[in-house]
């Protein structure tokens, strides 16, 4: 089993920051990577980034344009997205998710409870 908590959401103003964190626990040991997905009201959920636990490399949605940067501590067991100049178009409920690689995001029925991320002016 593995249990997922984000946080970090709150309404934002147009440009503005925020740092969403994922705190894992449970059996993750199969799972190499994490990733965030988002999903705004009446749309799909979307891929915005993916890391793994070891090594370098993140990937990010095409719509990140170097906006976003996704970080770890794993002494923590904690996976970050760093979200600047915030557009309302970002505006969506934010999930973190297991995956077993880079390959194969969004697949493993894992899912935290959200954390909303409003942008407004």
């Known amino acids: 089993q593995v249990q997922l908590q984000e946080s970090g959401g709150g309404t934002v103003q147009i440009g503005g920051s925020l740092r969403l964190s994922c705190v894992v626990s449970g059996r993750i040991y199969v799972y190499r990577a994490m990733g965030w997905f988002r999903q705004a009201p009446g749309k799909e959920r979307e891929f915005v980034a993916a890391?793994?636990?070891?090594?370098?490399?993140?990937y990010y949605g095409d719509f990140v344009k170097g906006r976003f940067t996704m970080s770890r501590d794993n002494l923590k067991e904690t996976m970050y997205l760093q979200m600047n100049s915030l557009a309302p178009e970002d505006t969506a409920v934010y999930y973190c998710?297991?995956?077993?690689?880079?390959?194969?995001?969004?697949?493993?029925?894992?899912w935290g409870p959200g954390t909303q991320v409003p942008v407004s002016s």
């Open positions: 998710t297991p995956a077993e690689s880079l390959d194969h995001l969004g697949t493993s029925g894992y």
């Open positions: 890391l793994q636990w070891s090594g370098s490399g993140a």
